[in-house]
């Protein structure tokens, strides 16, 4: 079974710009959570989807960030400007709906100078 | 508040040795779900052990076990027989609304 797929694996950015992270969840897996994880920290959750349809995106910086699930499978997350404090990795999960156990993709670590 | 705490930012074990690192948490909640991740440098977060709290038997998945203290909200992680392969960062987390909470994570050494 194919896991989390999360592209790309690194992105180095200046401040200012913007740029899109992509995820697939795991076939099946109708609930799908993107995490912010800042270096030395645990990750924080920023949106969770169902389906094509957010569940809680009270954690998302909505002046900067947007997220969308079109069709209810793959996900993109997106950010603009990026401010040099975005620098962390970003962590796509996904889940059964409604089942406790998450499981993550390999993240993609962005770097804002 | 619910929230979840690991106090040891570092541990190191030797090799072929026993480790236990230790997590707090913090919830009015009834129904939740305690877990372990490991990370390691490549950053993909794998699960380690889950454990339900209605449950009283402490989960066990090979050489890694927890001790579940539901009454104290204290739930560690032993790793047993380490390998050079378990030194990563591991993050206990809890499952509670809806939501999983994580703690802030401890770097586990194991020495050759």
Redesign the interface.
Known sequence: EAGVAQSPRYKIIEKRQSVAFWCNPISGHATLYWYQQILGQGPKLLIQFQNNGVVDDSQLPKDRFSAERLKGVDSTLKIQPAKLEDSAVYLCASSFPGQETQYFGPGTRLLVL | AQT?TQSQPEMSVQEAETVTLSCTYDTSESDY?L?W?KQPP??????VI?QEAYKQQNATENRFSVNFQKAAKSFSLKISDSQLGDAAMY?C?C?MT???I????TTLQVKP
């Open positions: 979840v779900y877990f991740y490549s950053r993909q977060m794998i699960l889950r993050f987390a499952y809806g939501k999983l994580f703690g802030q994570g």
